[in-house]
Each structure stands twice: as structure tokens, then as C-alpha cells.
């Protein structure tokens, strides 16, 4: 008799349970963008990536986007600071979005997760070097898992968007991105003439990657378009560094500039590195040789025009994949 | 004197914040462990699952152990669960680690994002073949991802752990595999000659993989070391068929069977497609010819020994990638 | 008056040469098809290879067919004799094609460098195992291949067909091939009842891969659509053994079996682990069972039928990609 | 009696056939090194691309060394050459290895098919852009190519050396790299300060990868190491054109110039581009402007400090695998 209690025991609740196995699967492919930048935890900073979230939303407003930070430090600080309540309420109008935000992988899979399987991702960098070319490694992989039955692909399609100076191939050459954002720094250049100043912008650069030509070339451009101020760009990490600015200036004889993070946000680089009190800052290194600094204190993604370009690269990423945002 | 207010709106508060960039970012690698499984709606079949995970937790107490469930329809049937207050109510002892189960890859994002950039993702699967393929194909593909820089890999080392009936390749032999399975089986094979009864196992199978044969063999090695009690295996969805099954008990006289399905979980295949009172259910079949027919409705992972078995898949997929599990 | 002629130096006869750089490189998609097997080095068994070629050059008289032999040690043994001119002097008839043969990444990619960049790799395999697991690793390797300008992919399409028993997915069911298969071996069921024989097979089987299921459950349909003839079948060095084969045979009162390698070609394994005289072969272990052994000695390939499959199988891989053979 | 003859036709002669499964397969691994190029049809520019190769050879001198041209269109016309009696008669010069070149893919794997599984590709590429990203792309492919046995992977290792200028990453930084090969630039900068001129490289470039960065960044550094003799750099194709080098060829007064071609041969862009008597050529644009121009027709390929680099390249990815160049 025991046996049959054994063998028996979990077959009355059991029967009332709903009957999974009879749904068939069906696939329904939602759309949905994600923003990957690579972050940044000074609070006004913000306005330039939730600027073109909200050129992204307008632009297509049935789609969902996300953010993801990229910088594992930047996470980490947000991370602290969402487990914080003294900071919480000291900052009542950071975005959740900001507070929880995750790296592209888990922003990417959770978007899946909830049945978005047709994405883009678009990123804000300026330039298609080491933190692009990360990302598409990110993007590329997932892409690429396979499944036995195809409606069991985690993606439909998933894509990335290219950077506001271009990136390599035919289709999109990346010499017309630039031109485009030369042309999206009017008002920057304004702001110079109006100041009778030249313009120095101050790009990310780094050691590891040649990516100063997309910097140079939009330097070269910007000349061409805008003959009458004097526009000159360096990197903080890279190749051309700010002696060569200084080099530059100093050749052209220019006496006052305008200065502006070539960057997203203006955050960390932009704040001290730029425009600090310290001596080595640009600020520092331009006023020492006699040349008078008025730091901008906007990201790019402050620009109305270079927000847009975003929204149009996306735009690009997806129709060349045949996905219809709305 | 209006522009100076512009060019240092932001200033004076950005200087207090964090120095971020100052902080060197290190790697610290930390280990995890993901339990990957079809999945199941069915309440008490989730014994099966928290088995393999508690022996998991003993055997690596240091290591956290996370669920990934793989079917998307199951996946939904618990979204909705927990967000319906009835439900919860109705149902206090669901661990909310089952209530909010991601897919594999959500799952491993998540753990990653928290800082566990070193995991084994150990299936819970029988055999090796669709849903492991697919799984493989999803940890194959994360672990591909590259970057520039070596620190920023998003992971250390993801490898995958091999089924109960094993996997190809020389490392392993899947064939020792079976035999470990079959040692496993004892408490089958005990329940059965108990009942003076054959012992009859229903695995899953499927139509679009040639699996049979890790099922045949493991019934032929049953065979060989419990030569007392005859054991016959068959598939629901695949080769070989039920009509197989019945045809090698009445072949071999059998009057009477132990059934058991020869899945992880004693789900709804288990509750209906085996042990049901419709007439197509392998209960009615056998009794329509004359075999009494005790159904086991426990799934495999309830078996310590099989719920072992896992434990030291995970262990050996660690092993073999220099992987030192606590 | 040195430097100019160094610096003048090539420049007359350079002029005249022909000017490469002003041709636009035009992209002409060119069809090939690779006949891709383990290889044998028994010349009368090369019979059953050139029949699959002969067949396929008759279906597609335009597309030009090469083979590649995946074995190293076959392939070496190959190279041996080319340079051998005593052996090429004794066997005048044995194909260039076959003495210089090719692994299948040189194959393939001296098609590609001969202007054929649009590829079906058909593999005569039986079952889809190790060596088509293999294969098909580096086709998708080589199918992988990007390039930032498209018109510069080294292939335009490269795929894979599938073996003789079929393999994974939905597209084309494996339960399907393996029935076209059984209808493919009338002859040897014929061959069979003619003797009053029962039907053996000797398939390859490994250690490594269970692929046993296919040769079971081909087995398992041959015995429904050849009721009168028994067919069993084993594998030289996997599961199902020889000795659950002569189980099978003595459970069923055979006394006398047509006994048939389920290779492609009558090679090595044929002519020696099958019918050969050693102790150990299948004919003398039979033999010492009293079971009269009537040994076949033509590899699968050498069946029209059998041929067929593998034109059919590269038309479907071809038709999926949408790839059009002539 | 008919049917025992057909069974047994082949048997007698197959039984004195070589054992071939008795014989293990054991790998050897064997070193080889391909060296990847553009590849020209102009024959005295081969002396660029034989110097790289006898230096290479030189410092592995157990190791053989082939050659593989990336140009479609220029195989094209070598395999036109290698069928042409006349012009093999009135080139008796060329070697072999050029006359039968062949892409990368099949270079690669015709050296694995001759037993070579351990290869080393140096590309003789001047930056890492379009040419040198695709041709990674299909190292990585071949490199990735797995097997279900260790033993049967076709490479053992497969890796791929950096351009003349660096690549990405930071192992070998590329900034270095760059400064490395200004050093290696003294003999043009002595020719140039002779002739009391500025110095002027053409290199290639492209409308599709932001590559003027490395260019530029050498012109720096060139500036920098050798101030006394003006360098500027410009490119073909892409960023910076003829205009911007002659723009400041014009601002620092220069009324001389010794101009070579910054790639490896002196092909056709250094004899038609570069120093062709056509309008549009570099040669007549300069001198319209009165600035005399000196050609140096020699590929940097014939700069044995250039060459030099190649093979520290070459052994710099050796050792980064593991590999024992001899």
C-alpha cells in the first residue's frame, strides 16, 4: 500500500495545472534601442545623454530605449549610490534609468528578456576606436548565437550604430560624417567669432588606437567650412596631445579661445583636465602662455544638431537591416 | 558678462564631485554558478531543481548558484505568476529565485553585471541534444566576446558543463557517462524488482535530432548490469516511440511496470503524457494491454545520485578550464 | 647627376607595363562542389567515390565537382604515391584527382582561388558524427569570413550539405533521410532473401559521439519496411558492437547473413574488421557461431541509389541557400 | 557459385593492400610563415617584396616562407603570365613564387595541406586599415576552426603579425611602433637634406577607414626626430590629399622636394600617381607650383630597416603565441 502513496502523492494537485505544453510558441518580434555610451557620474553631465534619449523617443516614439553604461568604475559608483538613501534623496531627480543602469551586455539580454528581440544599439561615441570596437564585439556575438529551430533565436536582429565621425565601409563613408558634424558645430563656431576667439575642442583619444586621423580630418574640415575662426582640436589620452594644440595656436597667433569637451558629456575630462585650476590642466597650459580660455561646460550631446546625428545613425543601423522603427 | 555665467553654470558644483578617473580599474575575478533547464509551471516538480541546486550549493558553499530557465513560454507563465498578488498568496514557498527566472542569457548578463565574470553554466539536460546544442550556442558565443584590452573581457572563463548522458569529444567519454547513469539508477531498478515489475522510462526525444541513441544505449547497459529487472526506454516526441516500448515488453512478457520519466523534472510530460488517464497516455496504452502500470512521478533530479551527477559536470567543466570552484 | 639615375632608374621600363590599377575589379559569382570524405587508399573501393562524382557531374553537367579526403594519414599515403612513379606506373587508371587529393580546407580554398566562390560541400558521411561535426566546423569558418567591402568575401555563398541519415533541424527531418535511406537498400534486402539470409550492416560508430540512435533507428525502419528479411546493424568501433549484433542474430534463429560494410567505400574496414580472416572479424566471429557469412564487398557509394541521396542532398543545400546548380 | 565470386572479386588483391588504420595519427607540428601583401604586376617592384623575404629567411632560416597576394586583379594577370610562354621567356627572372602567387586563403592552406600547422601571417601593410583588417578577418576564421578531437585541428596555431605603423591594443603600443619606424626613414631624410629638399611620402589611404591618423602621427614624429628636414605626408586616396601636403609644402616655403612612395613597392601609384608625367600626378601638381621634385622610385620594401621591421613583427606575434620561430 505505501507504494502506491509513493508512486501517487504528487498526481492530484498536479492534474490541476495549467497545460503548458499545449501553447505553441509564437514569435512576435518587438523593436527596441539601446544608448551605450560610456558613462559618467557627474549629475549635470546627464543633460547630454538624456538629451538624445529624448531625440531618440520623439524620433520614434513606439520604441522603447534603454541605456547602458559601458565603464565598469561608472557602474560601480552608481551602483553605491542606488543603495544609498542619503544620496537618493540629496538627488531626488536622477533618472532610475541612470541609477540602475547596467553594462550593454545585461542592458542587451535583459531587453531580450522581456521580449524585445529585434535591437539597435547605438552608440555615442564620436570616434570608431578601442570603445566601439569593444561594443561591436559585444553586439557581433550576440547576434551570432544560432539556434537548432530558428524561431528560438534569442535576436531577431540585433545591430549597432555607427559613431558621429563615421566608421569603416562603403555604405556609410565615414568622410560625409564628418562633414555632418562639421556642419552640426555652428554654434560653437559662433560662439568663438562672437568672441573673437579661435575654437579648441579637446577629443578622448588614446594610446592604443589610431583613431586621431577621425580628429584630424574633422579639424581640416572644420577649417574648409568655417575659413574666418581658427578651429584646432587635441585628445587628452592620444595623438594629437595639447602640446600640439598649444604648437598650433601659438603659430596662428591666436591670442583668446573657446574651449569645449569634444565629448559627449561634460563630465570628469571636461570639469578638470580641461578647464580645472590645476597646472596641467588646458585651461592652465594655454593661460600660461598668454592666451585667454573660456571653457564651454556642455557635452556634445547638448547640441541639438549632434543629438540628431545620433538619432539618424540609429535610423541608418536599422533600415540597413530592414527594421522598421516607429 | 552674461557668456562667463554660461561657460561656469556648472562649475562650482562639479568640482565636489567624485574623482572618478583617478581610480586604476582592477579585475577581481569571482565565480559563479548557472543552473540551466528547460524549465517547468509545475509546483511541486520544482523539487527536482532546488535537489540539484542545494547538492550544488554544498559542494561549492562559497559559489552563488543562479536558475536560468530556457523555455520561453514557461518563462512567461511565472512573469505573469509573479505579478499576480493571488498567486504569491496562494503559493508562499515558491522561492522568488523561481518566481523571477530569466533565460540563459539574461541570467548570465545579470551575473556578470553584479561582478561574476567566471562561470560555469551547468544544463540540467539528459542528453546532448537540441536544447544543449542551443545552450552551447549561447555560451559559446558570450565567451567569444573580445576586447581590445584583455581586462575588459566581460568574461574571465564561461564554459558549459555536459549533460547526464554526456557530450562528444575524448575528454569525457560519454559512454562512461551512461555507465555512471546507470549506476545511478539503482533506486529504479530497487523500486521495480520490489514490484516484481520491468522498469520503463520515458525520455523526452524530439524529431529533429538523432538522440536515440544515448537513450538506447543507456537501456542496453542497463540491461547488462541489472540483468534481474528488464528496463526499456522510450521518447515522447521522438525515437524510439512508445509503440517501440510496448512491443519489447510483449516481446519480453512483461505483466507489470515501474514508469518513470527519464527527465529532470516530473512536469506535465510526466503528469499527463505518462501517467494520465487520456487514452494516449503510456499508462493507458500499457494497461489497454494487459500491464499493470506504476507510475513514479518524481523527476530525476529528486535522485541524489543523478542530482551528483550534475554537481560533478560542473565540476569537471571548471576543472578543464583551470576553473577552482569553492 | 648620380641621383637622378638612382632616382630614374626603373621608370622607363615601368611605363610600359600594364596598368592594373585602372581595371574595376567585377565580381563574377562562380558554382563549385566539393566531394568531401574520410578517403580510402584501397583503389578498387575509390569505385564508390567516383560513382557519387559521376552522378553528381551528371545531375549539374556545368559545376565543376572536386573531391577532398579529410584523412591525414590517407592523404599522406596518396602523396607517397604521386612521387612514386614504379606506383603510378602500376596503376594507370587511378584518377589525377584522386592522386593529388586535397584536405578539405586547401580543396576549398584552391576553388576559391581559382575564381569559385559560390560552394556546396557535400560530404558523403553516413551519419551525422565527429567527421561531419568537423567538417561543417570549418565551412561555417570559412563561410565566417567578413571583409569591409563586400565585393571582396572570399565566398559569396559556402554551405554544407547533409549526410546520408540527415542531421539536426527542422528544414529537412533526419526521421525523413533515414526513411529515403531504407528505400535506398532495396538491393541489399533483395541480395538477402535471394540467400534465404538474414541482413547484416557493419557501420563505423565511434567512442567519442553516440550516434548510435541513427544507425538504430534506421535499423528499427528497415525491419517495418522489409518485414521478411531481419536487418541488423552494428558498428566497428562504437555502439551498437558487434557483440549485441550477434545477440540480435542468435535471438532470432538466423543461420546464414549477407553481411555488408554501411561505409561509403569497401575499404579497410570491409575487407579486414568485416570479412577479412583474423579472428576478430565480424565474418569469423559469426562463423564460429555457426552462422554462414556471405560477405558484400562494395562501399554504400556504389549504390545508384544510395549516390542519389547525396546529389539530392547537395540540390537541397544548394536550393536553401539559393544557390542555382547546373 | 556466381553470387561467391561477386562477393569476393576484390578481395584477394585489397588484402595486399597497406595497413592504413593500423598507423596512429600522430601531429607534428611544423613552422611556416606567410608573407601577405597587395602583391604588383610591375616587376622591378618585386625587389621590395624578395628583400622583405630573404630578411625573413635569413633570421628563420629553417622556416619557409611563402608569399600570398591579396589582389584579385593582380593574380589575375599573374596567372595570365604563368600561362604565357612569350612572357615567361622574356622574364626569366621571376620567380616561381610569384608567378603561381595566390590569395591568402589558399596560400594558408596549402601550407597546412603540406603537413605546415603552425603559421605565422606578416602582412607587409603600411597601416592597419581596410587591407589589413580583412586579412584578419581571415586568419581568425582559420584560427577559430575547432574539431572534436585536439589532434585534428588543422592549425595548431595561426596568428597574424601588425602593420609597419602598429595596431590597436596595448601589448605593443603603436605610438611605438610609429617611432620605430622613423628611425627606420634616416636614409630618405639624408637624400633629402643633400639635395638641400623637403621630404614628401605618398601613402596609399582610402575613402572607407579613418586611416590618416597613422599618417600623420608619423609626419609628427618625423618632424620631431629629424627637425632640420621638412617631412610631410600625404596619401592617394584618402585623408590627407595632394592639396593639404601641397598647402603646407607652400606655407613653410619649400621649393624642393625628394618624394617617395610610403608603401612597400614602387608600383604603380609610384610610377604613374606619384611621378607620371600626366597632369593629375603628384610629380606635375608640385612642379606647376615650382617646387622641384626629385622621385626616388623604390618601394620601402628595398629599405632593409623597413624590412627589419617586418620580421620583428613577424617574431613579435610568434612569441605572443608561443611560437618558436628556428
Redesign the interface.
Known sequence: MK??V??????A???S?????A?E?KVVHKNGIVLAMFGT?????LQGLLNIRDKMKKAYPETPVRFAFTS????K?WQKRAADPAYIKAHPNIPPEILHV??P??T???F??DGYDTLVVQPTHI??A?EF??LT??VD??A??????KK?K?FNKLVIGRPM??T???EH???EDIKTAVRAMREDVDRARK?GAALVYMGHGN???????????FE?EMNKVYPDVKTVIGTVEG??AVE?VLETLKRSGVKKVVIRAFMIV?G??A??DM??PEKDSWKSIFEKEGIEV?????GMGENDRVADIFVRHAADAAADAGIVLK
Do not use: W
Open positions: 507504494k502506491s509513493v508512486f501517487t502523492v504528487a498526481l494537485f498536479l492534474l495545472t495549467q497545460m503548458v505544453q501553447a510558441y557620474t557627474v549629475e549635470p553631465a565598469n568604475i561608472i557602474r559608483i547596467q553594462g551586455l545585461a542587451i539580454a535583459n531580450q528578456d570616434a570608431p578601442e570596437l569593444d564585439a559585444y556575438a550576440l551570432s548565437i544560432d539556434t537548432i529551430k528560438f534569442p565621425l563615421g569603416f565601409g562603403v563613408p565615414y568622410a568672441n594610446d592604443h588606437f589610431p583613431s586621431g586621423g577621425s580628429y584630424l580630418q581640416h595623438y594629437p600640439q561634460a570628469d575630462h570639469t578638470n578647464a580645472g573660456l571653457p564651454y561646460l556642455h
